[in-house]
């Protein structure tokens, strides 16, 4: 069964550094998303990605926050200068339609869980 | 905007029991309803959805939920609950136009042997 791939699965980052997440989307898929869930919290959505750019994003989703679709396969993001507050487990998603067209929702994968030191 | 609320944090049932996870949803235009999965270590994956039509909607693992709109619920159900089935589900809304799922707080289901 095809799979949405994140690595690496655990990071750990200095305060301050940048920090790139790397997300293989399953590759028919053409709408792509970054979730994250801080230790007991709700999923929360961060941006979904469609035709090259960004469709939808959350107030999270600040200017230290950035999304690309480097090659058509992988789909990053990156955090420019990590706070403490950003450690969570990140989710990437990708679907082959839209969520209302797609009878499967999303494809998550297993996480990146990030550690900001 | 639209929002879910997980009752019980930690639901335990007896294997062969009747496993009922509940979800009430808040939205002003009729929602989009899901169930997902989250095994350890694993990522999210999706139970069942509810969009338009039949307001009974069975998914995999032989689980099912019910959209209640005077009672603006999903709860999710399954007859006899399987040691498999221990994992944490998360509910989940969106609204038509809209790309971004809303979670639940998540329910952490344990089966008791």
């Known amino acids: 069964e095809p799979e949405v791939t994140q690595t690496p699965s655990h990071q750990v980052t200095q305060m301050g550094q940048e920090v790139i997440l790397r997300c293989v989307p399953i590759s028919n898929h053409l709408y792509f998303y970054w979730y994250r869930q801080i230790l007991g919290q709700k999923v929360e959505f961060l941006v979904s990605?469609?035709?090259?750019?960004?469709?939808?994003k959350s107030e999270i989703f600040d200017d230290q926050f950035s999304v690309e679709r480097p090659d058509g396969s992988n789909f990053t993001l990156k955090i420019r200068s990590t706070k403490l507050e950003d450690s969570a487990m990140y989710f990437c998603?990708?679907?082959?339609?839209?969520?209302?067209?797609?009878?499967?929702?999303?494809?998550f994968g297993s996480g990146t869980r990030l550690t900001v030191v | 905007a639209q929002s879910v609320t997980q009752l019980g944090s930690h639901v335990s049932v007896s294997e062969g029991a009747l496993v009922l996870l509940r979800c009430n949803y808040s939205?002003?235009?009729?929602?989009?309803l899901f169930w997902y999965v989250q095994y350890p270590n694993q990522g999210l994956q999706l139970l069942l959805k509810?969009?338009?039509?039949?307001?009974l909607v069975k998914g995999i693992n032989g689980f099912e939920a019910e959209f209640k709109k005077s009672e603006t619920s999903f709860h999710l159900t399954k007859p006899s609950a399987h040691m498999s089935d221990a994992a944490e589900y998360f509910c989940a809304v969106t609204l038509f136009g809209n790309e971004k799922l809303t979670f639940g707080t998540g329910t952490r289901l344990t089966i008791i042997p």
């Open positions: 939205s002003s235009v009729p929602p989009y």
């Open positions: 990605f469609y035709n090259n750019e960004i469709s939808e």
């Open positions: 998603a990708s679907s082959e339609a839209s969520l209302r067209g797609s009878p499967y929702g999303y494809t």
């Open positions: 509810y969009t338009t039509g039949a307001t």
